[in-house]
């Protein structure tokens, strides 16, 4: 799923790309389409859309949020891509793929594409970005938050640090992939229990987070470019490296899980597991 880092990158693209365009048309393309696109303003989706002006996109977690201006009522696109959600910036006359489920149509005929081989994510049409689901309750961004602030919040949880990690109640935009990589560098098992952290792997873990979610981010931007449909996590350390040399101690990397909840990190630069043989 697009996690911190390349949501980060796709918003810095957008913001050049498409801020100060007005959306001429919008397409919602079925099957698909009506299962993505989400109508919170109770007056229709293309019709809203329709004529109104992208003044502004910002990110929030795992979300991208664009700011319409169209008779001056305020108006927000809320796109919350999910696992498979990708968007795509594509020229004039450019073949749409299959699995693109939306289109937003622009001066010149260049198109901003929403495509999702699962149709998992949701574009939002609304009047405040809140009335998206799972938006309102987010805890802060990890690039906002202070050490204090980080241990406070920390406190109440007290289930595996994975686990925590992800939810985006206690800090928001990070998931699976990403929470393997903030736990190799703190050097934390990912199934230690938050109630056995010390004080300095707390400190380590939010150290961690910052480093490794800036350093991805300058990775992502170098290697993505305009093209905001790739995902490229090659650079990562651990996550999707299963059996291949950790990069600091050359232990083969372990795997626990599957599919989607794959989560993977080094036995010795990570010890300690919960359970026997993790
Ligand atoms: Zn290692």
Partial sequence: MPELPELEVVCEVLRRRVVGETILDACVIPPGGPIVVRDLTGSGFEAGVKGARITRIARRGKFLVF??????????????????????????????????HLAFCFNGG??????DQKQMGQVYL?????????????????????????????????????????????????????????????????????????????????????????????HVRAEMGEAIDTKPRDFLAVHMKSGQPCPRCGTPIALVGANQRITNFCRTCQPGGLIKGM
């Fill in 67 to 100: 700011s319409l201006e169209r008779n001056a009522a305020p108006l927000f696109l809320v796109i919350n891509p999910k696992l498979t959600g990708r968007l795509k910036l594509a020229a004039a006359g450019e073949k749409r793929r299959a699995k693109t």
């Fill in 110 to 115: 260049r198109e901003l594409r929403y495509i």
């Fill in 126 to 218: 609304a009047v405040d970005p809140e009335q998206a689901p799972d938006f309102a309750g987010m805890g802060p961004e990890p690039f906002e938050i202070s050490l204090e602030e980080f241990r406070l919040r920390l406190k109440p949880f007290r289930g595996e640090i994975k686990g925590v990690l992800t939810r985006s109640d206690f800090i928001a935009g990070i998931g699976n992939a990403y929470a393997d990589e903030i736990l190799w560098a703190a050097r934390i098992h990912p199934y230690r229990k938050r109630t056995q952290l010390t004080a300095d792997q707390v400190n380590q873990l939010y150290e961690a987070m910052q480093t490794t979610l800036r350093d991805a981010v300058e």
